[in-house]
């Protein structure tokens, strides 16, 4: 994407509103400058305050058209060909004199030459400008403009201490991947600290660079980073999800230019309750070595109209910013059950989602988990929407036997001191959370001075009731419609 080129081609055919969407305040200045000269217009900058300054030497500031009536009202009278920069206009076009002012300059553009470029963070126009309006966003830097960043501070640093910064290629290669998604300051910002820390760049600054970028990202905190991605080594079973997951892992990571076949682009996992849904989406990051972000729906809904359905276009927004990674929606059902009894917000929400599932270039891996699959919509859950749709049953005896071995070594236990036979045979029904349940309860039953055995172990088995006893009619439902439409993750 060429941002000069794109923004020139506006400025030209005369579109009399441009919103150029950018953090980069500064940046886009440069930029408008360049361009203004290049097409021999004057460049006008207004800022609620300074006021309305020509960019040029010799011009004041016009500290009597702070207002944005005022300013917008000498535009129009004043009928002087030019582009017109208006610095964070966004909080003044909820008012009718405003947004009635700007229709009428952008009408007579024709006529004066006038073009309004609105930047700002983000900027979203009342219906009847939006047809006068074109958008334009600033590029982001590519690798080769991080490779530069990153060398220009580590130039500046070997200048002041006389020697060079410590690094490797592999390194190098990793942190341009981790800068990727931010703007030119932001990179050139985190790779300042990064290497002026300590003089090099090494494995341990990698995970810190990526927890920075993504609290950058993450302006509106409907996105968790989660930093517990264990190995699949921790995960008892689930044979058929991990093998379906390693035949795909080189696919998904390779470069899109290489690519011979699609990549994998997301899982929806249906189970029992505590069944390990969500260790297996931990477990997909860990195993791939990709950062793991977590959508919570709960942050992700706001009273207000509009805000939303925003709220979820910045958080992608901020999952393609730190690709590749795992984007886990979690309990799905829960942020788009079909229903009538919220205005249309969870309606508006589907369909962004699903928009965006279907037209992502990102190297983004969506991991959906569902209890209640019966909420779902029908146009999520069709084929094609996720690559699968594995079934986290109740585990078998021998996923029982591992499960019980995870937990006791977790617990500095050796696990062949117990009847593990035994174990599996008696929690028949039990999910993997119940089973860590039974081994965690067993601790807090001894006395201190007390060694847990088998004989602990199974009178706490005998002490609880498992979901699928608890709530059996659920748990049978459930199964029985999982048994002919997924395919099972064991």
Not at 35 to 59: F, H, V
Not at 255 to 281: F, H, M, W
Not at 300 to 322: D, M, P
Not at 351 to 360: D, I, K, P, V, Y
């Amino acid at each position: 994407m060429n941002d000069r080129r794109d923004l020139a081609t506006l400025l030209r055919s005369r579109v009399p509103i441009v919103l150029l969407e950018s953090r980069e305040e500064l940046r886009a200045i440069d930029l408008l400058g360049d361009l203004a000269r290049e097409m021999n217009l004057p460049l006008l900058k207004w800022s609620i305050t300074e006021g309305l300054q020509r960019m040029e030497p010799g011009y004041l500031p016009q500290r009597h058209n702070r207002r944005p009536e005022d300013v917008l009202g000498h535009i129009k009278t004043a009928r002087q060909p030019g582009i017109f920069l208006l610095l964070d206009f966004h909080p003044f076009l909820e008012e009718p004199q405003v947004v009635r002012l700007v229709k009428e300059i952008a009408q007579q553009t024709d006529q004066t030459g006038q073009t309004l470029v609105l930047l700002s963070h983000d900027l979203n126009l009342p219906g009847e400008l939006q047809h006068l309006a074109a958008r334009c966003r600033l590029a982001l830097p590519d690798s080769g403009q991080l490779r530069r960043i990153i060398e220009d501070e580590a130039e500046r640093w070997s200048r002041e201490h006389g020697k060079r910064v410590q690094t490797s290629p592999e390194i190098l290669r990793k942190l341009i991947r981790n800068l990727a998604g931010l703007s030119a300051g932001e990179a050139k910002r985190l790779a300042r600290r990064t290497i002026w820390d300590d003089g090099a760049l090494t494995a341990a600054d990698l995970n810190r660079v990526q927890r920075e970028k993504y609290e950058l990202l993450n302006r509106n905190g409907v996105l968790s980073f989660e930093p517990d991605t264990r190995e699949f080594a921790d995960v008892g079973g689930l044979i058929r999800l991990k093998s379906w997951l390693s035949r795909r892992r080189s696919v998904f990571l390779q470069p899109s230019g290489e690519a011979v076949l699609q990549a994998p682009r997301g899982i929806l996992l249906v189970g029992v309750q505590g069944c390990g849904k969500s260790l297996a989406a931990k477990a997909v990051a860990g195993t791939w070595q990709l950062p793991l972000l977590r959508l919570d729906f709960g942050a992700l809904y706001n009273k207000y109209i509009g805000e939303t359905e925003r709220n979820l276009r910045e958080a992608l927004q901020t999952a393609e910013g730190l690709a590749p990674c795992v984007l886990w929606l979690d309990e799905i059902e829960k942020g788009i059950a079909a229903g009538d009894g919220d205005g249309g917000t969870s309606q508006r929400v589907l369909g962004s989602l699903l928009t965006w599932m279907a037209e992502r270039t990102a190297t983004v891996f969506t991991v959906a988990t569902a209890n209640q699959i019966d909420r779902l919509p029908p146009e999520l859950i069709r084929k094609g929407r996720f690559d699968e749709t594995f079934f986290l049953d109740l585990p078998g005896p021998q996923t029982r036997q591992r499960i019980f071995q995870i937990h006791l070594k977790k617990r500095k236990l050796d696990s062949e001191a117990f009847d593990l036979e035994v174990l599996a045979d008696r929690t028949e029904g039990f999910s993997g959370a119940e089973i860590e349940q039974v081994v965690v309860a067993a601790f807090y039953a001894v006395d201190g001075n007390e060694q847990i055995d088998t004989g602990a172990l199974l009178e706490e088995i005998q002490r609880t009731r498992p979901l699928s006893v608890v709530m059996a009619e659920n748990v049978a439902a459930l199964r029985s419609w999982a048994a002919s439409r997924t395919v099972p993750a064991d």
